[in-house]
């Protein structure tokens, strides 16, 4: 009768080999790419939801501007951080999964965490500066009537939402310049331009909405004296001034205001120094102060 390998009696390595087993197998497991391909249902929903939020947020900045006093929003900020957040952990997952970053679908999983990248920092925009754009909208309007000191506090009160909203919708317009459209879905490719338009264009009209109230704030004494009618001493600086309302570019969502504002300024520059070159010319036909025409000889 055969006798049994002693080693198979004894406990100590029978529960050191299952150990090696588990540890081989969870090894393999961990390190197989199927693996990383298991989650792809979910992350398809986080790529559609990427989308989803890039949209959402970049039309509603737009409508915001453009006048609409309620836009609804169906989705937080943590929602558009939480998306993010499993795009990039699963981006991470597969990269070691494949073992490169050069395959096909770590490149559509970078993409799409551009994506989602772009869909925060618009997120984060609207939410910074949405209680902020009628105000906004308002200092324009207070500028083009000449009610100088009430636009300038009206602005002065927002300043800081409208400096924090604008480099989030820089970056997210510099991502979605550089997204791939052959590692993205074909269905997504033209709400992907669309939003990159949108958000372009709201990046203007708020960038030069501060501009001009830049502007405004520098040269506040010469327009409260322009809009006075009273004289300026320095034609120089109301030249500067005129160069510098004319260089602010009335676009985007906000471009009516901006441009009501900005004509409203440079026509009282103009005839403020229309009539100064008028006086100039009047004083050189009339030979100047105290002079008197000769008398007749008649």
Partial sequence: MLRK???LHDPLILAT????LLSIAYIVYSFWPQAAKSQNVNILEDYVKAVQYLNKSSTALEKRLAGSKFVAMDFSLDNAFDVRSRIQWYLLNISLAYGSEDTFFV??????????EAATNSTVAYYTINGSIDTLREALQLLALCRVDEALEKFSGIVSNVSRA???IAKAVSILRKIDENLVAENHVPIINSSLKRLEKVFDSIYNT???MEIAKEYRDYIEALCSK???NNTAALGNLLNNVDAVKASGPLSPDIANAKNSL???IHTYLGNQQGMQQKDK???GAGYAPPESDD
Avoid: C, E, Q, T
């Avoid at 080999?17 to 090696?20: D, P, R, S």
């Avoid at 490149?107 to 989602?116: D, Q, R, S, T, W």
């Fill in 5 to 7: 390998p002693r080693l």
């Fill in 17 to 20: 080999l299952f150990i090696m």
């Fill in 107 to 116: 490149g559509v999983a970078k993409n799409y965490l551009n994506i989602a």
């Fill in 166 to 168: 604008l480099p989030h």
């Fill in 210 to 212: 501060y501009k001009l």
């Fill in 230 to 232: 009273k004289p300026v």
């Fill in 266 to 268: 440079k026509s009282l």
């Fill in 285 to 287: 036909v009339g030979g």
